[in-house]
């Protein structure tokens, strides 16, 4: 299980501070640390999605009671066939 931390960054202040609620916002991370921040569409608002070279699951990480859950996403991927691109949603639409 991992633990998450986030964090905005004022570029005018240049400092950082943690973030506890991303409030409608949902965080996707891939197992490389490739990942973004968009509107919780269609997803669970205040957490973080993202997968794990050991499993075919994909996991949601909840910001504000810091609790896990999985879904397996399907049997037909072979167990050291994860691999993980995010595509933003809105990119398919007109």
């Known amino acids: 299980?991992?633990?998450?931390?986030?964090?905005?960054?004022?570029?005018?202040?240049?400092?950082?501070?943690?973030v506890e609620n991303m409030g409608d916002r949902t965080i996707f991370v891939s197992d490389n640390g490739a990942?973004?921040?968009?509107?919780s569409i269609?997803?669970?608002?205040?957490?973080?999605?993202y997968t794990?070279?050991?499993d075919r699951n994909l996991h949601i990480f909840?910001?504000?009671?810091?609790?896990?859950?999985?879904?397996?996403?399907?049997?037909a991927i072979g167990a050291n066939m994860s691999m993980t691109s995010w595509v933003q949603h809105n990119i398919f639409h007109n």
């Open 52 to 54: 794990n070279e050991n």
């Open 35 to 39: 990942g973004y921040c968009c509107p």
């Open 62 to 75: 909840n910001l504000e009671d810091r609790s896990t859950s999985s879904i397996l996403v399907s049997r």
């Open 1 to 18: 299980r991992l633990d998450f931390k986030v964090f905005r960054v004022d570029t005018k202040q240049m400092n950082y501070v943690e």
């Open 42 to 49: 269609g997803t669970k608002p205040n957490s973080i999605y």
